[in-house]
């Protein structure tokens, strides 16, 4: 690699290849750093410590002890903390399935064995795992992990904010078994249906299956929709897939969008897009995973963040941001990748 520094006063060639070499190896690592956080990213939550905050403060804030979240991240419990420094933030005996992952697979990593870690999570040793689905390692008093988000009072049912038109309704999105139900596709479409106007198109079932998903996840909050189908024009180009049915940008209630971003990140055939400055998650159903930081403001151009997430800037996600409505509908910036796999879904009529 051609080092950007070259054109820099010299200071002798020899250090400056030094120099362009150390930044290949740490922009390698960073990235192989990022690859593997996107792939664990619920399992492994991280936290950007803010000005002012403590290791106390933080560990409160995660509802973890002060002694966990030292180990976790090697530091002594009375440790001092540099704004922008990069936590990670312990499970607790929670983790999340990632893409691949079998209960043999888990149960070899964490040194246990598979019937025992399938007993626990009141599983058949045969079962096969969800990705984003939780277990609970064996040993762990599972009553003590109750979902960080608390549990839903209507598991599978969603209740929505369309903040354009300030219109709510609970769908209930999956039968019992976890199926689709048909009739949700109609009743989430008219939620979905472009600001002014009365044209729907039903979503993809699975980005359906993701509502629900997300809506257990974080214990049944409301999820504020911002934009669902949109026919093209403006930013939102032909391919997009607002066009289609098959994204939502969304966002919510009471949850920092990295959290619902970090989230999003575990399903599998899906396009995340993070949007800090817009306040919300873009999600959608495509064949080869996909992620990306769009910095444009609501109605803007898109804006990519540059390769690296460190150029990032930190997510105004408190609280009071996210109750902060959006009155334009924002760019679109979805379509890089190969179209969705339309694999017939088996629909509920439950
Ligand atoms: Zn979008």
Redo the contacts with the bound molecule.
Sequence with gaps: MESKKSGQRAIGQAPLLRRAALLTFVATFVAVLLCSAGSKSAAQVQHRVRPGQTLSRIAKRYHISVAALAAQNRLTTDAALQTGQLLSIPSDGVLFVRRGQTLRSIAKQHHIEADELARANRLRATASLRVGQRLVLPGTDSSDHAPRWGHPRRPGTGTFLRMATHRTARVQLVDRRGAVRRRALPELARLLAPRGSRQTKNPHPQLVRWMARVSDHFGGRTIEI??GYRPAGGYTRQE???TQGH???FRIRGVPNTELRDYCRTFHHVGV?Y?PNSL?V???VRRDDTYWVDLSRPGEAPRYAGAGEDNQPEAPTTAAVIDSDISAE?????DTAAPVDEAPDQLSDE
């Design positions: 911002v934009s997009s897939r607002h994204a939502i940008d897009g949007y919300f873009h999600l959608d924002p760019a679109a910036a979805d």
